[in-house]
């Protein structure tokens, strides 16, 4: 490790993650977005074409820029959300735990589309059950989420952007996970956060790694 | 309990349009706007057949200046006052803006520039009932209700029960149970919708007749003709136009919200919406949709002057929407993507048109920091700018869109073009982030200075740039 984080040296923001949100229509996929960028929550207008937001975190004491794209749901933006794939290190795919047919999308259309337009070999991608809060209405159970993002090779994390459950934690961890790709990975990353096991082995991988980069 | 669209659902009542004080759903509208405040007398009622009650005194001014508002209005009084409205005339007045404070102006102009009205005043009231009527038998036809799909109430229990078509109304009440997990209503659910619906229930025994269902039919049937299939597709539209409606104009009472009003009209909105994709097979429902009839609805709905086409809003709006859509519906067809007609190919014009006006921009945008068009016009032209400027700044803008002699999409595409070219500065010294964030947040902005640019773009064929 060629610099100790938080040595007085001042780092611009040299690395950048495209991490893309994709999900069907109202799953709640610009409100995960706006809690994480602003920490807040309203009421929003759906989502036309894309949106767009970038945000600096900390990884590691490194400075990490994401630039995020949220895509509309609805099938006829597809054809126009496809070339959003191309080059994302991450990718997020939401449902909504209120509404079943969503998590069904997520293999019949989401993945797919990943897989047809996703150009990063390593991207990581996170199943994310947004609407936890909507505990009454729930369709789809936290074990099958589980086991849908374990079998396809998928992080997963239950979320709530309304009642601010679990959001940055989702992105975090999306971020470290990019981070640990090895595709973008910043030189000098450091990881502070505690890992479940198999995510503190590949860590560990990183770390051996970082040395050999520029 | 009373259905605000019953005067429309019951063609056989045309008499009620013009009785407009016994209706308490004009009261709840205009009551429940935020229309402008102005007291200024209104404008030249839609259906009054009555000559001296235009204020027809005015003469018609040679030139009208943009700064004299009260010279405008009576421009603009003295051309609708005609038997037959000059509609170059009207135009070229519509395309330098309706004053805001004229009440009841904006409503007569659009309903005009989208074709609605005719130019001939006298067969005004003839086409309004007539259409009016039309869209009646358009709700009647169109929205398929499971309680006339089952042949006996056992059957009715049986699939459908949970999903209650919350485009249907019966003021019968038989449907409040079926209805109770709508969240915000039925159109019949609410008292504040008002305006009974006296001939629901005799309309609702046609349809059943109407549909001659055969016995064959059952809700897991997968037969094309199978009236339970088409009905399961319908719900399927429906969802998305209510998710879509529920998040129409947030930040608007009128639209959003647990008053009864906001349910009431977002109830109309819904049934608009659904009636076009219904009529549309080969495009449905297109997220955005919303947009570009929300303003027309709400223009019709707050209109103090008018209280018929308040009643009628739903209905008025929707012929209006259908003639728009005609210009843009193009932009919303996946199918077209790419063509030469579709979204994409209007978005390569509005990158052509940056790169005739301000080369260095677009060399900037486009080739150094690859700002496609798409990731910030997309929005700004399926939806005609409604998201990108206030409620009132995007009615402005339509007033020169709706009334461009040149078309609309052009003039949409002149003021995209002079968007990016009043923000050209910050554009030039911002990086990729701060200007896709720049474009998908449009600033607040006078939006007379958009429209100057705008203007500019029109008048010369290649412009240079002078900031």
């Known amino acids: 490790m060629e610099q100790q984080p938080g040595g007085g040296l001042v780092l611009n923001v040299d690395h950048t993650f495209k991490i893309l949100l994709?999900?069907?229509?109202?799953?709640?996929?610009?409100?995960?977005?706006?809690?994480?960028?602003?920490?807040?929550?309203?009421?929003?207008?759906?989502?036309?074409?894309?949106?767009?937001?970038?945000?600096?975190?900390?990884?590691?004491?490194?400075?990490?820029?994401?630039?995020?794209?949220?895509?509309?749901?609805?099938?006829?933006?597809?054809?126009?959300?496809?070339?959003?794939?191309?080059?994302?290190?991450?990718?997020?795919?939401?449902?909504?735990?209120?509404?079943?047919?969503?998590?069904?999308?997520?293999?019949?259309?989401?993945?797919?589309?990943?897989?047809?337009?996703?150009?990063?070999?390593?991207?990581?991608?996170?199943?994310?059950?947004?609407?936890?809060?909507?505990?009454?209405?729930?369709?789809?159970?936290?074990?099958?989420?589980?086991?849908?993002?374990?079998?396809?090779?998928?992080?997963?994390?239950?979320?709530?952007?309304?009642?601010?459950v679990a959001v940055d934690q989702a992105f975090e961890e999306l971020v470290h996970k990019v981070g640990d790709s090895g595709d973008a990975q910043p030189a000098g990353f450091h990881w502070q956060h505690l890992w479940a096991e198999e995510q503190a082995a590949a860590a560990v991988v990183v770390l051996l790694r970082v040395g050999c980069r520029s | 309990m009373a259905d605000p669209l019953g005067a429309l659902a019951v063609p056989t009542e045309p008499q009620k349009t013009t009785e407009p004080e016994d209706d308490p759903l004009v009261q709840h509208g205009g009551g429940g706007s935020a229309a402008t405040a102005s007291q200024q007398p209104p404008a030249a009622p839609l259906t009054s057949s009555a000559p001296g009650s235009s204020p027809s005194s005015a003469v018609l001014p040679l030139a009208v200046p943009a700064q004299l508002p009260a010279a405008r209005a009576a421009a603009f009084q003295a051309v609708l006052a005609s038997e037959v409205v000059d509609m170059q005339r009207l135009r070229a007045l519509a395309f330098d803006g309706i004053p805001d404070n004229e009440r009841g102006l904006r409503p007569v102009v659009w309903r005009l520039l989208l074709g609605l009205l005719p130019p001939e005043r006298a067969q005004w009231e003839r086409v309004l009932r007539r259409r009016r009527a039309e869209y009646a038998q358009f709700c009647e036809e169109l929205i398929l209700d499971p309680k006339h799909l089952a042949h006996t109430p056992a059957n009715l229990e049986a699939a459908p029960g949970s999903h209650p078509n919350p485009l249907l109304s019966h003021s019968s009440g038989a449907s409040s149970s079926s209805a109770a997990n709508s969240d915000?209503?039925?159109?019949?659910?609410?008292?504040?919708?008002?305006?009974?619906?006296?001939?629901?229930?005799?309309?609702?025994?046609?349809?059943?007749?109407?549909?001659?269902?055969?016995?064959?039919?059952?809700?897991?049937?997968?037969?094309?003709?199978?009236?339970?299939?088409?009905?399961?597709?319908?719900?399927?539209?429906?969802?998305?136009?209510?998710?879509?409606?529920?998040?129409?104009?947030?930040?608007?009472?009128?639209?959003?919200?647990?008053?009864?009003?906001?349910?009431?009209?977002?109830?109309?909105?819904?049934?608009?919406?659904?009636?076009?994709?219904?009529?549309?097979?080969?495009?449905?429902?297109?997220?955005?949709?919303?947009?570009?009839?929300?303003?027309?609805?709400?223009?019709?709905?707050?209109?103090?002057?008018?209280?018929?086409?308040?009643?009628?809003?739903?209905?008025?709006?929707?012929?209006?929407?259908?003639?728009?859509?005609?210009?843009?519906?193009?932009?919303?067809?996946?199918?077209?993507?790419?063509?030469?007609?579709?979204?994409?190919?209007?978005?390569?014009?509005?990158?052509?048109?940056?790169?005739?006006?301000?080369?260095?921009?677009?060399?900037?945008?486009?080739?150094?920091?690859?700002?496609?068009?798409?990731?910030?016009?997309?929005?700004?032209?399926?939806?005609?700018?409604?998201?990108?400027?206030?409620?009132?700044?995007?009615?402005?803008?339509?007033?020169?869109?709706?009334?461009?002699?040149?078309?609309?999409?052009?003039?949409?595409?002149?003021?995209?073009?002079?968007?990016?070219?009043?923000?050209r500065q910050q554009l030039l010294e911002g990086d990729f982030a701060s200007n896709m964030k720049l474009l998908q947040n449009y600033p607040p902005t006078d939006v007379s200075l958009i429209l100057q640019r705008a203007e500019a773009l029109k008048r010369m064929k290649s412009v240079i740039v002078l900031d």
């Open chain 1, 22 to 164: 994709v999900g069907d229509s109202g799953v709640g996929k610009s409100s995960l977005l706006l809690r994480f960028s602003t920490g807040g929550f309203e009421e929003l207008v759906p989502t036309i074409g894309v949106d767009f937001k970038a945000k600096v975190v900390d990884v590691g004491g490194k400075k990490v820029k994401l630039t995020i794209w949220d895509t509309a749901g609805q099938e006829r933006f597809r054809t126009l959300t496809s070339s959003y794939y191309r080059g994302a290190q991450g990718i997020v795919l939401v449902y909504d735990v209120s509404r079943a047919e969503t998590f069904d999308s997520l293999a019949d259309i989401w993945l797919r589309e990943v897989d047809m337009y996703g150009t990063v070999e390593e991207c990581i991608k996170m199943v994310v059950a947004n609407k936890s809060d909507l505990a009454e209405q729930r369709e789809v159970s936290r074990e099958m989420g589980l086991q849908f993002a374990k079998a396809h090779g998928c992080l997963f994390v239950e979320t709530s952007a309304k009642g601010n």
């Open chain 2, 184 to 423: 915000d209503g039925v159109l019949g659910g609410h008292s504040g919708g008002g305006g009974g619906a006296p001939g629901a229930s005799e309309s609702a025994a046609g349809a059943l007749a109407r549909l001659a269902l055969s016995h064959d039919d059952h809700p897991l049937s997968t037969s094309s003709s199978s009236r339970w299939k088409a009905y399961f597709q319908d719900v399927e539209v429906q969802e998305q136009i209510e998710r879509d409606v529920a998040r129409t104009h947030p930040d608007m009472h009128f639209f959003s919200g647990a008053s009864g009003a906001a349910a009431t009209h977002r109830a109309h909105l819904r049934r608009a919406l659904f009636v076009f994709a219904k009529l549309n097979p080969g495009l449905r429902y297109v997220q955005g949709m919303n947009e570009l009839y929300a303003p027309l609805y709400w223009l019709y709905r707050t209109d103090p002057c008018d209280p018929p086409g308040v009643e009628a809003a739903e209905a008025d709006a929707f012929f209006c929407f259908c003639d728009l859509m005609s210009e843009f519906r193009d932009h919303f067809c996946q199918q077209l993507d790419n063509s030469t007609v579709g979204i994409r190919a209007t978005l390569a014009r509005l990158s052509g048109a940056v790169r005739a006006a301000d080369e260095e921009l677009w060399e900037h945008l486009e080739r150094a920091q690859r700002i496609n068009a798409q990731f910030y016009a997309f929005r700004w032209i399926t939806l005609a700018l409604t998201q990108e400027f206030s409620f009132p700044d995007a009615m402005r803008l339509w007033d020169s869109l709706l009334s461009d002699p040149a078309g609309r999409t052009d003039c949409l595409l002149r003021l995209c073009t002079a968007m990016l070219l009043h923000v």
